[in-house]
């Protein structure tokens, strides 16, 4: 499980109604047990033990991102995953990954559910007419951690980023979705039948920003991107298992993880236990001092940001959904100071493919200060970069790349 995922599950940080919070309430914590006993009867999940709670403050919650930071990852795992973030272009290359995740979820947090600890920790920020709403979705991970633990569920997951990130909007959209369906109850109607509701709840988390929140609003696109995935398509997910397997659309999803972030967005693609494809990594033949520093999936979500980031929404709907699967490796020279990228994507079609050939020329271009092409041909592209040679390839519906090699000797 990488750091960032890593930090969010043990902080689940409620952007879904982080923008409730205005002023401070008051017993917030009195209404705990009866909105958990709604939550037991839409889920049939019991309430094992009663979950305490408290407040907590803005300077507490960024003490407490700080100290998980040192227990969920070293400096060195942090540093793989920022130089991944940094060769896919994906943040700026003075980018601090460490703080930046913390000052975000800082800013984001209204409530969280510790799992370590079992407890519902709410901000002094939070209003009274947010205060439903808040508990609903916290309770909603504690119910869940009392019938499935869910720390072991993540920990099981870490074998991938990409599948600890569908695990995580299993957690956080289902707790969304329950948020909603709760607050629904209270007028008299409910998700249920009504897939326009969540579609509504999800769009208006992802369009959530504004002066409220300028971390959010100043952080590089995969960061924001990543954050309200979890929330808007999680809940999108846990929707579409409801409509189809009523009330086991709660248990489904832990006894039976999503593996992918793929099958989050393709719920059919889970019902169907469609796993991505692992195509090889390119050859670089690196001379000898060379070692592998990081490496494993680039899912299609990340495929969606990239393409979003680079191309614009047209060119990342037309592309990223015919992703069938990629890997890539970070190799490290350390005595050269050299760091490798090596990647590999493959799409459900040759058409798909070639048109990814040419997307990703353009990701290069632009997310590189210069790019000098040396070689070119239908399916072949190959010259230097800021961090040295490059060479992108296509073969069927197999795009490879690699970056960062060291200058030719002639």
Known sequence: MSFRHALRVFVMAAAAVSAFAQDSGNNVCDQVPAIARTLTEITGFPLKHPVPCEYISKGDVNQFLKKRVKEVASPEEIRAEELTLKKFGLV???????????????????????FDRKKLFITETTSGESQEPVLAHELSHAL????????KYTRQGRNSDDGSTARLAVMEGQATWLMTEYMARQTGTTLVGHPEMAQTMAGMSESEGGSQFPVFDNAPLYLRLSLVFPYTKGMMFQNALVEREGKEAFTEPFRRPPVSTQQILHPEKYEEAERPIEPPLPDAHLPHGYKGLVGGMMGELEHHILLEQYLGKEQERAIAPHWRGSVFELRENKKEGRVVLLYAAEWDSEEIARRYFTAYQEVLRKKWKQMKVTAETDTSVSGTGDDGRFVLERRGRVVTSMEGLAPELH
Not at 92 to 114: C, H, N, R
Not at 144 to 151: P, T
């Open 144 to 151: 869940a951690d009392q019938s499935f633990n869910l720390g």
């Open 92 to 114: 700026p290359q003075d980018f601090d990954l460490a703080k930046s995740t913390v000052d975000l979820l800082t800013e984001q947090a209204a409530a969280f559910y510790d």
